[in-house]
């Protein structure tokens, strides 16, 4: 069968592949450890199986066999995979899971990276920042570019 590496590595595919679409779709920060990443793939890995166990009916293996009989449950994988990561990149730039977060009143701040990605994000048409003293920022948003 398969050695013990291989079977982790094929648990931890479609938190991988959930992880890249998300890296790709999503603006956030990229200053990532290797141990940031290994946990974000973990938990896609899991919430995805937890997924496919619910819609299969049936408990999911921690790792499916590759073979012609498995190709329903490899699609299935692959098809939660991309849409985790869908849903959770349009979270990140839609900023749900910390507007939520807020109207929960646990957290004040944004899941974006600086303020200007909050200006420029929430206004739809010119905007105009004023900074402490006489300074300012002046620009069109990101609907106009």
């Not at 498995?70 to 098809?79: K, P, Y």
């Not at 869908?86 to 899971?97: G, P, Y």
């Not at 200006?119 to 920022?137: K, L, S, T, W």
């Amino acid at each position: 069968m398969y050695s013990e590496t291989v079977q982790i590595l094929l648990f931890l595919i479609p938190g991988l592949v959930a992880s890249l679409t998300v890296n790709i779709l999503a603006v956030r920060k990229r200053n990532l450890t290797a141990i940031d990443k290994l946990a974000e793939a973990l938990v896609g890995s899991l919430v995805v199986y937890t997924v496919l166990a619910i819609f299969r009916g049936a408990p999911a293996p921690l790792t499916i066999p590759l073979g012609q009989d498995n190709l329903g449950s490899l699609l299935w994988l692959f098809a939660i995979s991309l849409g985790l990561g869908l849903v959770v990149s349009a979270s990140i730039q839609w900023d749900w899971h910390m507007r939520l977060a807020w109207l929960l009143r646990l957290s004040k701040q944004t899941s974006r990276p600086s303020v200007w990605m909050d200006a420029f994000h929430n206004y739809e048409r010119f905007v105009h920042r004023p900074f402490q003293g006489r300074q300012r920022a002046y620009g069109l948003s990101k609907v106009l570019l």
